[in-house]
C-alpha cells in the first residue's frame, strides 16, 4: 500500500467505531471520545458504526429523539461535537446494526438541531460506507449474518430487523441480561449455569424471558412481508449512492450481492442460530434417560441415544459453532472490497476486534475497550495510516 495515494491534500482523518454511547452505562466513554475530538482539531472524525445503543430504546421512540437525548446524557460529547462543526470542521457519521437508524432522513436535522448548530454544519450520515481517496469505511454488519440488513441502503422495521438486534430489543435490554449478549453460543447447559450465576433467583425468570423471545424470532423468521419492499427500496437508491459516494452503480450492486444472507429470512437458520437443536437434544435425552430409569422403553432407549449422540457430535465440533467465524467474514469481505472497487484501504469496525494486515484494518471498539485504551485509525496525507489509543 502506498500510503502516500490513500487521501488527498491537507486530509486528516480520525476513525472509530463501536462507541455504543447509552443511557445505562458510564459516562466515562462519552468523555474519552469528547477528549479525543478535543484533541485532534481540524481532522475529520469519522464514526464507523454503533456509536449509539439505539437498539436498547423502545422500537416506538423516534430515532432523532433518542439521539437528543443520548446527546443531552453525555453532554462532554455534545459540547465537543459542536465545538468540532461550528469551528468548520467535518463529522461523518456511519450507520451500525445498532444505529441504523441514522439512515433515517429525520436524524440529521435532529442532531444538528441537539448540537445548536446551523444547518450548513458539515455534518454527514451515511447509511452505508464513505469513500476518502482510497480508504474505504463501513461498520461491516452486512458481512455478518445475524445483524446483516435486508439491503444496506433500506432502513429496516421493527417486522425485519436482524436477529441481533432483534433479541437485544427484546430480550437482553428489557431484562438486563445483556452480559448474557453471546449466552446462545454455548450448550444450553452452559447457558443456563452463566444465567444462575448472574442473576441468581431471577434466573429462572431470565431463562424464561429468553426462550419465549428466542420462540417467536424463529416463529416470525423467513415471514417478514416487508422484506422485499426493503430491497426494492434499496436498490431503487443505489444509482444516488453511487453519486454521493464516486463508485459506480455496477459496483454497488457487486457488493450488494456480496453481503451475508440475512440469518432471519429463514426458518432454519434462525433455529440453528439460537442452538435450539441442542435444546431440543437435550431435552430429548433428558426425556429419554428419565423414562428409562423407571422401565425399559425401546422407544425411550432410542430417543436417549440419538439425542445424545447427537449432542456430543455438535458440541465435540466445538461448544461454539460461530467462533471466529465473523472475523473471518470480514477479513474476506475486506479483501473482495478492496479488489472490487480499487481501494487501498478497506476499515471496519463491528467485531470490537483490533486487526491489521496490508489492505484492511479493523479499528475495534472504542466503547468497550480492555484496559481503558481505546483504539483508533489516524490517516493523513503522506503517511502510513496509524493505529493508536487513546487513554485518559
Given amino acids: 500500500m502506498r500510503s502516500g495515494m490513500l487521501l488527498a491534500d491537507a486530509e486528516r482523518l480520525l476513525v472509530l467505531s463501536d462507541v455504543h454511547l447509552n443511557h445505562n452505562g458510564s459516562r466515562s466513554t462519552g468523555a474519552a471520545l469528547a477528549a479525543l475530538a478535543q484533541r485532534s482539531p481540524g481532522a475529520e472524525l469519522v464514526l464507523a458504526g454503533d456509536v449509539f445503543d ?15 437525548g443520548l446527546l443531552r446524557h453525555h453532554q462532554q460529547v455534545r459540547e465537543a461535537f459542536r465545538a468540532h462543526l461550528s469551528a468548520g470542521h467535518r463529522i461523518t457519521l456511519i450507520a451500525g446494526n445498532h444505529d441504523a437508524a441514522l439512515a433515517d432522513a429525520r436524524v440529521r436535522d435532529g442532531i444538528l438541531a441537539a448540537l445548536d448548530v446551523q444547518e450548513g454544519a458539515r455534518l454527514e450520515v451515511y447509511p452505508w460506507f464513505v469513500r476518502r481517496g482510497g480508504v474505504h469505511i463501513e461498520h461491516g454488519h452486512m458481512y455478518d449474518p445475524d445483524n446483516a ?30 452480559k448474557l449478549a453471546h449466552a446462545h453460543e454455548t450448550t444450553p447447559l452452559a447457558g443456563l449455569w452463566r444465567a444462575y450465576e448472574l442473576f441468581g433467583a431471577r434466573a429462572p425468570l431470565v431463562v424464561a424471558q429468553y426462550f419465549g ?14 422484506v422485499a419492499a ?19 452503480a455496477t459496483v454497488l450492486a457487486e457488493l450488494v450481492r456480496a453481503g451475508a444472507e440475512p440469518t432471519h429470512h429463514r426458518f432454519s437458520d434462525t433455529f440453528m442460530r439460537l442452538y435450539f437443536d441442542r435444546v431440543v437434544a437435550t431435552l430429548s435425552f433428558l426425556f429419554g434417560a428419565s423414562t428409562l430409569a423407571f422401565r425399559r422403553s425401546p422407544v425411550a ?14 458440541v465435540k465440533r466445538g461448544t461454539s459453532r460461530y467462533s471466529g467465524v465473523i472475523e473471518q467474514r470480514l477479513r474476506d469481505a475486506a ?9 487501498a484501504l478497506v476499515i ?15 479499528s475495534g ?23 493508536r489509543h487513546f487513554t485518559a
Avoid at 471496519?348 to 479493523?362: A, D, I, K, L, Q
Avoid at 484496559?371 to 490517516?379: E, K, M, Q
Fill in 301 to 314: 432407549a432410542a430417543v436417549a441415544a440419538v439425542s445424545g449422540m447427537y449432542l456430543g457430535a455438535s
Fill in 335 to 343: 479483501g473482495f472490497v478492496s479488489n472490487t472497487t480499487g481501494a
Fill in 348 to 362: 471496519f469496525g463491528h467485531t470490537h476486534r483490533e486487526e491489521e494486515s496490508p489492505s484492511y484494518m479493523n
Fill in 54 to 68: 439505539l437498539s436498547r430504546e423502545p422500537p416506538e421512540h423516534d430515532p432523532a429523539e433518542s439521539i437528543a
Fill in 213 to 226: 423471545t428466542a420462540i417467536r424470532l424463529c416463529v416470525e423468521a423467513g415471514r417478514q412481508h416487508d
Fill in 230 to 248: 426493503e430491497v426494492a427500496s434499496g436498490e431503487s437508491a443505489l444509482p444516488r449512492y453511487a453519486e454521493l459516494t464516486g463508485v459506480p
Fill in 149 to 178: 440488513p435486508s439491503h444496506p441502503l433500506a432502513l429496516w422495521s421493527c417486522a425485519t430487523e436482524p436477529l441481533g438486534i432483534a433479541l437485544t430489543r427484546r430480550f437482553l435490554a428489557p431484562s438486563g441480561a445483556l
Fill in 365 to 387: 471498539t472504542f466503547g468497550y475497550a480492555r484496559s481503558g485504551a481505546r483504539p483508533y485509525i489516524w490517516l493523513e496525507r503522506g503517511s502510513a495510516p496509524q493505529r
